[in-house]
């Protein structure tokens, strides 16, 4: 569900009063375990709101799914009856902001906003920018898809390791699908551009082509996986994947990135490779009641939810078994309770 259609001035103000007033209610009654009342026949529902942004990002996009999947408003049906698989009495809400993650984190942290979906990295600058006690505030309820770093060489290159690329001649895919902040940040770490050298920018299908022609060694992109334009051109073009440790980056942003399998066949004719990721993260803050963290963490990893999901593309393919990936932050303590049933 995304924000509502536009009240008189009298409606908007007594819309977002009530609101509130239903989520603090439902906040206290999820704290002691059970909610005020049966949700299947509150006339008031409990409001959730999920910041995300930027506009038009997969976060954005993600987030308005998950409002979908986890909202289960009062009188609706059950899951186990073909209905919602949401958590009962609650209607969630995705809150876009133009401004970015940040912004989605500034509006948790002043109670503007119930969770944020931002990526793993996002999370880590703005803790960082903050005092210590922020660490403290915030707490994960899971870690979703991931952008993926793609370092591509051509299949009868014999390299076998990335720092083979040194002084090399590399191009940085960039382009609204793909974008370069990984890849700078490996190329520094690793020392792979000479004094004075550059890392050519272009749009990744040229890009791609520069390498199967042998002008450049590499090509080097942050990708959604798997990416329509790559999986296009690799029907014609001779490429295979780098493997991607976390050793390439910088200590300080591992806690952030996570590694990432690409399996075979997920591009035509690539073997399979690991390499590293930058995850959405769901946040929330760390007094969240726990039943209400368990029961939508649970909600969110149902198999009707999942395919929901699915339904949004790349942004929308992962599965439990990464769910704990992310190390940016540690689980909400009823995500953890989830997932100990979950992982039976």
């Known amino acids: 569900m995304i924000g509502f259609p536009p009240p008189s001035p009298t409606s908007r103000r007594h819309l977002l009063i009530g609101g509130t007033a239903s989520l603090l209610l439902g906040r206290a009654a999820w704290a002691q375990g059970v909610p005020a009342e049966d949700p299947s026949k509150s006339a008031e529902p409990r409001f959730f709101r999920v910041a995300a942004g930027p506009l038009g990002s997969a976060a954005s996009a993600l987030a308005v799914g998950l409002a979908t999947g986890l909202s289960n408003p009062p009188g609706g049906r059950g899951c186990d009856r073909g209905g919602s698989c949401g958590v009962p009495g609650l209607i969630v809400v995705a809150q876009g902001t133009a401004q970015g993650p940040g912004r989605a984190l500034d509006l948790l942290r002043g109670g503007q906003a119930e969770a944020a979906l931002v990526p793993a990295r996002a999370l880590q600058t703005w803790l960082a920018a903050g005092d210590a006690p922020q660490q403290e505030i915030f707490r994960l309820l899971t870690t979703l898809s991931a952008e993926t770093l793609h370092i591509f060489v051509r299949q009868d290159d014999p390299l076998t390791s990335l720092t083979e690329l040194a002084g090399a001649p590399l191009a940085l895919a960039q382009g ?12 520094a770490h690793l020392h792979l ?14 890009a ?5 022609e042998g002008q450049v060694r590499a090509v080097m992109a942050t990708l959604w996986p798997p990416n329509p334009l790559t999986t296009q051109r690799l029907r014609s073009l001779p490429l295979r994947l780098l493997p991607v440790g976390l050793d390439a980056v910088a200590p300080e942003l591992r806690a952030a990135l996570t590694r990432e399998p690409l399996s075979g066949g997920l591009y035509p004719g690539v073997a399979p490779v690991e390499t590293l990721g930058q995850p959405l993260v769901l946040v ?6 726990a039943p209400l963290a368990e029961a939508l963490t649970k909600s969110l990893w149902a198999a009707p939810t999942l395919r929901g999901l699915s339904t949004l593309g790349a942004a929308g393919q992962f599965g439990l078994a990464g769910a704990r990936r992310a190390a940016v932050l540690p689980l909400h303590p009823g995500a953890e309770a989830a997932y100990e049933v979950l992982f039976r």
């Open 176 to 187: 609204p699908d793909a974008g370069t902040g990984l890849a700078r940040h490996v190329i």
């Open 208 to 212: 791609l082509d520069a390498l199967a």
């Open 284 to 289: 929330i803050h760390a007094d969240t009641p």
């Open 193 to 206: 551009l000479k004094p004075g050298q550059r890392a050519q920018l272009m749009p990744l299908e040229f």
